[in-house]
């Protein structure tokens, strides 16, 4: 199989959990087996609802802007900005939000790639 390129532009976006995410590499755009790789392109106020991941465990990697992320059943929260990166482990209850004045882009690697 050969190496994909894709460009942040050029991927398609979705609405999931209440946030617009950019779809890069999965099982269902190029054949990816054991991870997903998705980014969250979030304007001020915007995020992703609450939701936890039953078979996955999650990375958050911030490229830029800033953010408030909670997590676990007590909603523990914890900020986030430029290279910062968050593990999740799998069954763990996480949100996020952009608490900044700028755009804020998180990279979200799940493996294995099932959802």
């Given at each position: ?8 532009a050029g991927t398609e976006v979705k609405q999931i959990l209440g946030g617009s995410i950019r779809i890069f590499f999965t099982k269902e755009t ?86």
């Amino acid at each position: 199989m050969p190496v994909k390129k894709m460009n942040f532009a050029g991927t398609e976006v979705k609405q999931i959990l209440g946030g617009s995410i950019r779809i890069f590499f999965t099982k269902e755009t190029v054949g990816t087996e054991d991870l997903t790789f998705v980014m969250g392109d979030f304007v001020p106020g915007e995020g992703l609802e609450p939701h936890a991941h039953e078979t996955q465990e999650e990375v958050y990697y911030c490229v830029s802007g800033t953010g408030m992320v909670w997590y676990g059943e007590d909603n523990k929260e914890t900020p986030i900005g430029p290279g910062i990166a968050l593990w999740i482990p799998r069954g763990e209850t996480h949100s996020v939000k952009n608490t900044g004045d700028e755009q804020l882009v998180i990279a979200f690697f799940l493996a294995p790639g099932d959802e």
